[in-house]
Structure formats: C-alpha cells, structure tokens
C-alpha cells in the first residue's frame, strides 16, 4: 500500500505522538509498504529526508513558542496538496486535529475521495496547562477544543484512538459526539526494544546515578501539563522517608528551570538526577534503570512512556485520570492515586522500595501487561483498517 502519514507532530520533536507517527512510519514501511511523511520542517524551510526507510516531506514553518522544540506551517495548503498529487496515496493516516497539516490534508483527501484513517492522540488538558494565563477560563476552552476535535475527526472514514478511555472522552452520556466507525487501537511499543534486562554498568557512570540506591524514575516531556513539580514534592517526602533514595528525571521541557528551583528549594540536590534530553537508545537503556516508576500527569490518553517503562520491568506509580487505569493497575501492577496528592503518591512508591517481594509481583504483573500492546498487533489492525476502506 502507499500510505501518507499526516503529522503536525513529527520526530525530532519529543513526544506521544511524534513518537508513535515515527514508529508508525517505520513498522509500516519494514512490513513492505510505501510510507511517505508530511511533517513541519525543522528549519523553516521546505526540504525531504530520509529516516531509515521511509521519506519525510517537511513544509514551510515558524517557531510555536508554547511547545519545546516545535515548528508548526501556519498555511500549508498548496504544499501539501502538492505532496499529495506528488505521492498519490491508497490512504491517509492523520495523527493531529491542528488546523494545519491534518486540517490541509483533510481537506484535499476529503475532495480527491481518498481514505482518511484519523487517530486522536490529545486531550485539551495538554495545551490548556502550558498557556498559564488562561487557566481561569481552561473549562469552556477545553470544552470548544473537544467539540471541534469531535467536528474534525467527524471528516474522516475512520477514527482511531488508542484507548476505550479516549473514545470516551468524545461521549456525553450514552451519545457518541461523532458518527464515524470507531476503534481503540493502542499505540503499542516495540517489545524486542523494551526488555527487563540489566542497564549497562557505563549509563550509570555517565549520568552518575547511583547504583546501591533505590531510584524513582520519570521518562519523558518535562512541560506544565505532565505536574512533574508533584513527583518532586513526593519525592521530598519519599526521601524524608527512606534518605537512601533517589529521583531520576529523563527528559527536557518548558518546566525545567521550575522543577530544578523545587529541587532546591526542597535541598535535595545530591538526591535528583536531570538527564537533560537522551538519544533513543539511551531512553532504553534509562528504562532499565530504578524501582519504581512514577507519571503524574492526569492528562494521558494512554502514555508510550509508562508502556516502554512496564515493557521494561517497571512497577506503575501513576494518577487515576485519563486512560492511565488502562495500563497502571491498581495494586495489580502498581498504585493509582488522585491527582496532584503528592501525599498519597509518596505512599506508594514508598510501598514498591521498601519491599522487594511487593516490587517483584508489580514487575511481573508490568511485563504482563505490557506484552498486549506488542507494535507489531498495532501495525495489524491499522494495515487491516487501511484494506477495508480502500477495498470499500
């Protein structure tokens, strides 16, 4: 098949969706496809590259100066109706509802009749706690995002969402806001990557982390909506508890300087360690690491990180919101806790490092879990989704 993946959102920007278009593009492209990319250029101008074995096609951009390390083309209609003719593809698979890129690509798939697969990947919560200043009102403004998500993905031939809690964030009540077929389709990680085997002896060096020592982990963005300041007040609490443990946070964002003045305020330099942003290989290896780990944000609608870090090993701290209780299990594989009560979050993790036994069911329970959202069962019900609307 010739499939035209459609992505405001695309590597090298860090994060769920930039990561599962990548992974998309890839699995799709090594099972024999033809995958073509339309994604924002990283320097402004329009260029094409290859990543591995499929083509990226970037449009013209600017800088988006809410979003770390994110470029959006502000009117890229003409290029990508352009790219469209150009490639002539079987099916379009959009990963955004901004209106750029997805917007533009629905637009002209909708007038040359071609299938539009649309996979929604955000919450309104995601763009709401990175513009501060409009907290007072984030309610009725999330509630608009939603509707015009609902209206957006409306246009498509089929919808995907990687969760049952995502689809029903698009529900009031029984009624479903969009008539359009459904199905949750997980994300889904690469489970020959992500192994519970040993980190190398040379991460611990090169990061100086320290290896006698319980380590709570975070891997990912390091922006507003993900409340990484609660991670670290429950650390002080973790640390006031058991001195012996440590914080690792992996990743980079907008919140960084914030999360270092917390660390400071809270005198817990010797006891947190800041990546800064790591190389691919480098996230899968930092998996391995630690005892526990911990996502505090309330606004996941599944969360590649907290997979890879199950798929890893990992015992789940996490928060009873979004799709989290699809993955985090309460006391099955982890503990569920209510948002931002850095209390309650303390509590758990101490639970997991304070009793090896506790650690070693979570951990088994993690794999467990973690062994349903294989990328290769993903890859095949988005390939059998693509041949029933081309063959309709």
Request: hydrophobic share 40%.
């Amino acid at each position: 098949m010739k499939i035209l993946i459609a992505s405001d959102l695309h590597y090298p920007t860090i994060n769920g969706v930039a990561t599962f278009s990548r992974n998309l593009a890839r699995g799709l492209a090594a099972r024999g496809h033809e995958v073509l990319v339309i994604a924002p250029s990283q320097t402004g101008k329009p260029s094409k590259e290859v990543d591995g074995n499929y083509v990226i096609v970037r449009t013209t951009s600017v800088v988006f100066p809410f979003y770390q390390n994110f470029r959006i083309s502000l009117n890229p209609a003409r290029e990508v109706k352009r790219i469209i003719d150009e490639f002539d593809p079987e099916v379009i698979h959009i990963q955004m509802i901004m209106m750029w890129i997805g917007t533009a690509a629905m637009k002209y798939g909708n007038k040359k009749g071609i299938p539009i697969v649309s996979t929604n990947h955000a919450m309104p919560e995601n763009l709401m706690d990175n513009l501060r200043l409009l907290a007072p009102i984030s309610r009725p403004i999330n509630y608009t995002l939603k509707a015009y998500g609902a209206r957006f993905h409306a246009k498509a031939d089929f919808v995907t969402l990687p969760t049952q809690a995502a689809i029903d964030m698009f529900s009031i009540g029984d009624k479903v806001m969009m008539n359009v077929p459904m199905a949750a389709v997980s994300n889904g990680i690469d489970l020959q990557r992500f192994t519970a085997t040993k980190a190398p002896a040379e991460l611990y060096e090169k990061f100086g982390l320290p290896t006698n020592k319980p380590i709570v982990s975070y891997i990912g963005r390091c922006d507003a909506e993900k409340h990484l300041p609660v991670l670290v007040r429950a650390f002080k609490r973790v640390h006031d508890a058991e001195p012996n443990s440590h914080l690792m946070i992996v990743g980079d964002g907008t919140d960084v300087p914030h999360l270092h003045d917390i660390v400071r305020s809270c005198h817990l330099e010797d006891a947190v360690t800041f990546t800064g942003r790591v190389s691919d290989q480098e996230i899968v290896d930092l998996h391995k690491v630690g005892s526990v780990y911990c996502m505090p944000s309330p606004a996941e609608l599944q969360s590649i990180a907290t997979l890879e870090a199950m798929a890893s090993g990992q015992p789940i701290v996490a928060i009873d919101a979004g799709a989290l209780k699809e993955l985090c299990q309460d006391q099955r594989n982890g503990y569920l806790c209510v948002k931002d009560d850095d209390s309650e979050i303390a509590d758990g993790i101490l639970a997991i490092i304070t009793d090896p036994a506790l650690r070693a069911r979570f951990s088994k329970e993690s794999l467990a879990i973690a062994n349903t959202h294989d990328l290769h069962t993903t890859l095949e019900k988005f390939e059998k989704i693509y041949d029933d609307l081309i063959n309709a």
